[in-house]
């Protein structure tokens, strides 16, 4: 089993040279998105099933959780996703999460 630290919060990001905005965050909304994220080639059909097993892992979360406990081979399917992701800002606290899967 892997854990995987959920957080959340608020964070000033650079949308460009001078605006700054605050952004809303949470681990489980980071998740989503990589999850989501639709390969350049496409969605195999057992990719698809990969992800919305874990998809649906995430969905169970209950308010206040610390941490999503995931096995193995579910935590190496959200492990390619996050690393394979390409992020449209920098931020701090995608920083954070993305580092729990190195």
Do not use: H
Request: aromatic share 8%; glycine share 4%; with cysteine.
């Amino acid at each position: 089993m892997k854990s995987i630290k959920l957080n959340k919060g608020k964070e000033k990001v650079a949308l460009g040279a001078q605006n700054d905005v605050e952004l809303e965050y949470s681990t489980v909304d980071y998740i989503k998105a990589v999850l989501n994220n639709r390969p350049q080639e496409g969605f195999p059909v057992d990719e698809m099933r990969r992800r919305f097993k874990v998809l649906d892992l995430v969905e169970k979360i209950e308010d206040g959780s610390e941490e999503l406990s995931l096995e193995e081979s579910d935590y190496e399917v959200l492990k390619k996703c996050v690393n394979d992701f390409k992020w449209g800002i920098m931020a701090n606290s995608i920083l954070e999460f993305a580092d729990q899967f190195k």
